[in-house]
Structure formats: C-alpha cells, structure tokens
C-alpha cells in the first residue's frame, strides 16, 4: 500500500493549487486522510483531515482558504488551496489510516510534495 502524491508547485501569492493523495494497493477500507505540511525548519503541522463519514477538520491558519474532500470510491483526497500566501510554503504530506484486507489498522505516509509560494 503507497500514498501517491500529486500537484505540488510553485505559485504566486494569491493563487491557488490542488494537491492529490491516491491510495496505491489493495485494502478494504480507509477510516481517514489528512494533509500536514512541514516548512523549513519548522515543526511537521496537521493542515485539514477528512474522515470517512465527511467530517472535516482544519488548522486555523488554513480555515477559509484550504478545503480538504475524498472520492471513497477511487480512495483519493484532495487539498484545494486558495488565496495562497509564502506562509504556506512547505513539503505537504499526505497521511491515512487505512484498513488493511486482514482487518488490520495501519498509518502511512506519502513521500511529500513541494509547494512553493513566492512572487
């Protein structure tokens, strides 16, 4: 089982992304998905997780601006990012709980990707 990321990149501010998190391999469930973010030097951050049943959560810094949704059916989350500012400049993870075909809970990552925010 692999997290593929997708749709990083440089923008300037003001400007919007949407970032992608597909779930590789086979599986029988995905409880939830979230999306953190680490920028230089700073602390790894939960930005906006979605669980299974729709309920949604988000860091302050992003409320408003970020909306975090999930296609149950291809097991996919997205990240639509708007209004874009440099303070949103970091390597976004996507992580998962995932719901193995033995029944088994596991939490994986994916590899990062970058996005960049400057003029």
């Known amino acids: 089982v692999q997290l593929v990321e997708s749709g990083g990149g440089l923008v300037q501010p003001g400007g919007s992304l949407m970032l992608s998190c597909e779930v590789s391999?086979?599986?029988?469930?995905?409880?939830?998905m979230a999306w953190y973010r680490q920028g230089s030097g700073k602390k790894r951050e939960l930005v906006a997780r979605?669980?299974?049943?729709?309920?949604?959560n988000y860091a302050d810094s992003v409320k408003g601006r970020f909306t975090i949704s999930s296609d149950n059916h291809t097991n996919t989350a997205y990240l639509q990012m708007n209004n874009l500012t440099p303070e949103d400049t970091a390597v976004y993870y996507c992580?998962?709980?995932?719901?193995?075909?033995?029944?088994?809970?596991?939490?994986?990552w994916g590899q990062g990707t970058q996005v960049t925010v400057s003029s």
């Open positions: 992580n998962a709980a995932i719901v193995s075909i033995y029944f088994n809970e596991a939490d994986y």
């Open positions: 391999g086979t599986i029988f469930s995905v409880n939830w």
């Open positions: 979605i669980a299974a049943g729709g309920n949604t």
